[in-house]
């Protein structure tokens, strides 16, 4: 470590643990600081992070608290009613950071559930649970995970959060990215036959590009109520997709051709956003404007997880039918990267820990797909892996050099539940599969939708890899065991009503050391 990285590392750690300044004592806060609610996350086999962030008037700059660093009390305890608190402390909810809290509990017995809740100026926040993770090593006999995301604030109700907050013993929640939508009022909404914008609630604010506008964001949809019961009810694996940032980004390019040195700034404030508002760990607090986001999480010998990033260290997409700036050509120079070479090495590492199941948690469809010809970008979707073919030979030469028949993809991004195998020849979608992949759809992006879309007719017969294809909303739940992975397909009935009714599409089933996909 060089001087500068010594001084950046000690400014960063200073930042976190209270030693910048001291702050301002027996100033009282305004009424309802814990309106975000309360977040866990990132479970490891001795605890995981709990998170909150001050915002009594979160629509207003400095989201209504004053500019000073403010001492929050913390505790985690065994029972809901806190009769027997395990654990602990004080942290200091800084102004530089959104008064958001991060705290990395440790000491916590493996495989148990707890409950946890903050306190600051005399007020007590919502109560949040999470489970540890099995021990290092422990043969656990289940592990349950939720899958969800694209959660377009204008699309519709979370509903499909409030129908996971009420599954039974879920250990962790894979969010797979699209927690916010950055752009304009309207623009992703569903259009009627006329054009119309059908929009079941609306942004508060134009396109978001600083730091203030991206925690302004964060903040409308974190009131959301089904949301908060959500993060409430079990501790989330957080990544990011596009919209976090900006739509379909690539590294340091943006949709719109802004020039590199203009669109870093956006991408840093918006990271800086994205760290404030998720309940992650130290690793992952921004430095020169970049987030170490990919990360390893292991539930003991049953199933490792290795979240990625699919946004900040790949090559520009290539040209879809329909465009003619902003992309490469196929034959761009060099090879193509979706998760650049020091994350490739990374997961190819990771992949052979021994454990009974790998789970490959990332956001962008990995398998082939041939969409319908009416799709107005083309039958390939360019912002995929699809789009990247020398970058997925090398993911599946990955596996292979491992000999592994245990890897499982989770995936969302295209608003559709989908799932298939990945082949193993390029172009070739009869060769033998690799690993399974689950696609989630939306939680609210694109409206209410259907079990088939129109113009849909006939995709299965053309994809002759994949065993599912559904529009509706909602949300997947993954249920792991030593020799099965079942994957309940749930489907929310409609985003434009509240509270409305979930049913359940399918229920897939994966064995160990067989990739593919069955009917249960």
């Not at 912002?383 to 090398?394: H, I, K, V």
């Amino acid at each position: 470590m060089n001087r500068r990285e010594l001084i950046r590392s000690a400014g960063s750690l200073a930042i976190l643990t209270g030693l910048s300044y001291q702050p301002v004592w027996g100033r009282s806060l305004p009424a309802g600081v814990f309106t975000l609610g309360v977040a866990a996350g990132d479970p490891m086999a001795d605890g995981f992070v709990i998170w909150t962030r001050l915002a009594p008037v979160p629509h207003e700059p400095g989201s209504g608290m004053p500019m000073a660093a403010v001492p929050v009390q913390w505790e985690v305890a065994e029972d809901e009613r806190f009769a027997r608190v395990v654990a602990s402390g004080e942290a200091m909810a800084r102004p530089e950071l959104g008064h958001s809290v991060h705290v990395e509990v440790e000491g916590l017995l493996s495989a148990r559930r707890y409950w946890y809740r903050f306190r600051a100026g005399g007020q007590e926040s919502p109560v949040g649970t999470a489970r540890s993770a099995p021990a290092r090593g422990a043969g656990a006999e289940r592990i349950r995970i939720g899958v969800a995301g694209c959660q377009h604030y204008e699309g519709g109700y979370f509903t499909a959060f409030r129908h996971l907050a009420e599954e039974d013993e879920l250990d962790a929640i894979f969010h797979y990215g699209d927690y916010i939508y950055e752009h304009w009022p309207q623009r992703g909404c569903p259009k009627d036959a006329a054009g119309e914008a059908l929009c079941v609630r609306q942004h508060d604010t134009d396109e978001i590009f600083s730091l203030g506008d991206y925690r302004r964001r964060y903040a409308l949809y974190k009131r959301d109520p089904d949301l908060q019961a959500a993060h409430a009810a079990a501790a989330f694996l957080h990544t990011w997709d596009d919209h976090e940032i900006d739509n379909n980004w690539a590294g340091d390019i943006d949709e719109n051709g802004t020039p590199p040195m203009a669109f870093v700034l956006r991408r840093a404030a918006a990271m800086q956003a994205w760290y404030e508002n998720m309940p992650v760990r130290r690793a992952q607090f921004p430095i020169d404007g970049r987030v170490r986001m990919y990360r390893r999480l292991d539930y003991g010998s049953l199933v490792r997880v290795h979240l990625l990033d699919t946004r900040q260290y790949r090559t520009d997409q290539i040209c879809a039918p329909t465009q003619t700036e902003h992309c490469r050509t196929a034959s761009g120079d060099g090879p193509s990267h979706v998760l650049g070479a020091e994350q490739e090495a990374w997961l190819g590492r990771g992949l052979g820990g021994g454990h009974q199941w790998n789970l490959v948690a990332q956001q962008i469809m990995v398998m082939p797909f041939a969409y319908p010809k009416s799709r107005k970008a083309g039958v390939v979707n360019t912002d995929s892996w699809s789009g990247y073919p020398d970058a997925r030979e090398r993911l599946v030469r990955a596996i292979q050099d491992q000999k592994l028949t245990n890897v499982v993809i989770a995936t969302g991004d295209v608003h559709k539940h989908h799932a298939g195998v990945l082949p193993s020849i390029e172009g070739d979608l009869a060769s033998a599969p690799v690993a399974t992949e689950y696609v989630c759809s939306s939680v609210s992006s694109g409206g209410d939708g259907s079990d088939l879309p129109s113009g849909w007719e006939g995709v299965e017969e053309q994809n002759p890899h994949t065993a599912l294809v559904n529009d509706k909303r909602g949300y997947q739940v993954f249920d792991i065991t030593p020799t099965t992975w079942k994957t309940s397909v749930m489907a929310v009935e409609s985003v434009s009503i509240r509270g409305a009714p979930r049913r359940e599409i399918a229920t897939l089933v994966t064995e160990v050391g067989r990739p593919g996909v069955h009917t249960a």
